[in-house]
């Protein structure tokens, strides 16, 4: 089966600048998880979906950081304005259901200058 | 919240040796246990994983124990490859409630097995 896709791979931009990341879970699964992996730490989980819903956004920054399921199927993640200790790894994973096996996409690198 | 913590950060063994990293957990609610493998610029994959309810899982020269009382858990790799090189995370997840199928992760051990 085709893994979770992530878009764009690498992106850098400019303090106080928006950026926005893509991903495309695998068919079928209901759960969708956006992570921020700084270097050198375990990924960190930003918001949960469950279909089009959110289940769990309690450690998203939401004055800056926001995010969408529409129609329960892509998502995306949205960054503005962008900080300097933003800069990491977003990964998208997804799984059958909350509570199962997640599946992780390639992540996007995001430099902050 | 939940709070996992891994050991070592780094660990290096000479190719066949045995691998073993250590988590522990705060959150006695804490039911499911994955581990993960990170290459290089590469997405995190499960290599094994361990419910509550089990006390050992073995898939070839992979092992996780779990001691629920101590709340730990450990990643066992024997006959070490240096393809086994990677960064290894640990995780907890609880069951229920609001946070059910968010992983905690450990900081991460970076394995090195020279040839």
Same mark, same amino acid.
């Given at each position: 089966?085709?893994?979770?896709?992530?878009?764009?791979?690498?992106?850098?931009?400019?303090?106080?600048?928006?950026?926005?990341?893509?991903?495309?879970?695998?068919?079928?699964?209901?759960?969708?998880?956006?992570?921020?992996?700084?270097?050198?730490?375990?990924?960190?989980?930003?918001?949960?979906?469950?279909?089009?819903?959110?289940?769990?956004?309690?450690?998203?920054?939401?004055?800056?950081?926001?995010?969408?399921?529409?129609?329960?199927?892509?998502?995306?993640?949205?960054?503005?304005?962008?900080?300097?200790?933003?800069?990491?790894?977003?990964?998208?994973?997804?799984?059958?259901?909350?509570?199962?096996?997640?599946?992780?996409?390639?992540?996007?690198?995001?430099?902050?200058? | 919240?939940?709070?996992?913590?891994?050991?070592?950060?780094?660990?290096?063994?000479?190719?066949?040796? !045995?691998?073993? $990293?250590?988590? #522990?957990?705060?959150?006695?609610?804490?039911? *499911? @246990?994955?581990?993960?493998?990170?290459?290089? %610029?590469?997405?995190?994959?499960?290599?094994?994983?361990?419910?509550?309810?089990?006390?050992?899982?073995?898939?070839?020269?992979?092992?996780?124990?779990?001691?629920?009382?101590?709340?730990?858990? !450990?990643?066992? $790799?024997?006959? #070490?490859?240096?393809?086994?090189?990677?960064? *290894? @995370?640990?995780?907890?997840?609880?069951?229920? %409630?609001?946070?059910?199928?968010?992983?905690?992760?450990?900081?991460?051990?970076?394995?090195?097995?020279?040839?």
């Amino acid at each position: 089966e085709a893994g979770v896709a992530q878009s764009p791979r690498y992106k850098i931009i400019e303090k106080r600048q928006s950026v926005a990341f893509w991903c495309n879970p695998i068919s079928g699964h209901a759960t969708l998880y956006w992570y921020q992996q700084i270097l050198g730490q375990g990924p960190k989980l930003l918001i949960q979906f469950q279909n089009n819903g959110v289940v769990d956004d309690s450690q998203l920054p939401k004055d800056r950081f926001s995010a969408e399921r529409l129609k329960g199927v892509d998502s995306t993640l949205k960054i503005q304005p962008a900080k300097l200790e933003d800069s990491a790894v977003y990964l998208c994973a997804s799984s059958l259901d909350r509570g199962y096996e997640q599946f992780f996409g390639p992540g996007t690198r995001l430099t902050v200058l | 919240g939940e709070n996992v913590e891994q050991h070592p950060s780094t660990l290096s063994v000479q190719e066949g040796d !045995s691998a073993v $990293i250590k988590c #522990t957990y705060s959150d006695s609610a804490s039911n *499911y @246990f994955p581990w993960y493998k990170q290459e290089l %610029g590469k997405r995190p994959q499960l290599i094994i994983d361990i419910r509550s309810n089990v006390g050992e899982k073995k898939d070839q020269r992979i092992a996780v124990t779990l001691n629920k009382t101590a709340k730990h858990f !450990s990643l066992h $790799i024997t006959e #070490t490859q240096p393809e086994d090189s990677a960064v *290894y @995370f640990c995780a907890a997840s609880k069951g229920r %409630g609001s946070t059910l199928g968010r992983l905690y992760f450990g900081r991460g051990t970076q394995l090195t097995v020279w040839p």
